[in-house]
């Protein structure tokens, strides 16, 4: 059975482990295991934060090389990009050569899918005048171009990864 690990910043929801859930019943609907991120729970003998935090880091990267590919929520969290852990754990995948999928609620360019708040004077530039990438993807040109990505949500890149693997 094909394995996604699931990333995304799902995890930080107040529901998270109950979306784990619904992310692995919809990943069972298209006959794929999903692995989320908490499906494994710290050991107790860890308690130091710091601790913590190497022993999630660690874990995460198992289950994504224990993954076929990697089903990612690639909505704006925090900002106007994606989250931080989740672009890294799709450039960790990418390293290991690992399909990447991906979804975003809205379609649209960079530019298109900024904020309001968050756009200049200039199409080009955003309000701090730094440049906006203008190559039409929906994200930066290094989640854009590796990744296969869905608007929608969960349910429609899974549909874009069984018509992308049919063989997996």
């Known amino acids: 059975m094909l394995k996604l690990y699931l990333a995304g910043p799902d995890v930080f929801l107040p529901d998270a482990f109950e979306q784990g859930e619904r992310l692995k019943a919809l990943c ?11 499906d494994h729970s710290v050991p107790e003998g860890v308690v130091e934060p710091v601790e913590q935090a190497r022993w999630i880091y660690q874990a995460n990267l198992e289950l994504i090389r224990q993954a076929d590919a990697v089903l990612a929520n690639l909505n704006p969290f925090r900002g106007a990009e994606p989250d931080s852990g989740t672009a890294f754990e799709l450039g960790y995948a990418a390293a290991l050569g690992k399909p990447l999928f991906g979804y975003i609620d809205e379609g649209g360019s960079c530019a ?16 701090d005048g730094n440049q ?3 190559f039409g ?6 989640l854009g171009v590796p990744a296969k990505i869905a608007v929608g949500g969960a349910r429609e890149a899974l549909q874009l990864l069984r018509r992308e693997l049919p063989h997996l």
């Open 132 to 134: 906006i990438e203008g």
């Open 112 to 127: 298109e899918r900024l904020p309001c708040e968050w756009q200049g004077e200039e199409p080009s530039r955003d309000r």
């Open 137 to 142: 993807l929906p994200l930066n040109l290094m």
């Open 28 to 38: 069972a609907e298209f006959g794929v295991q999903g692995l989320y991120p908490l």
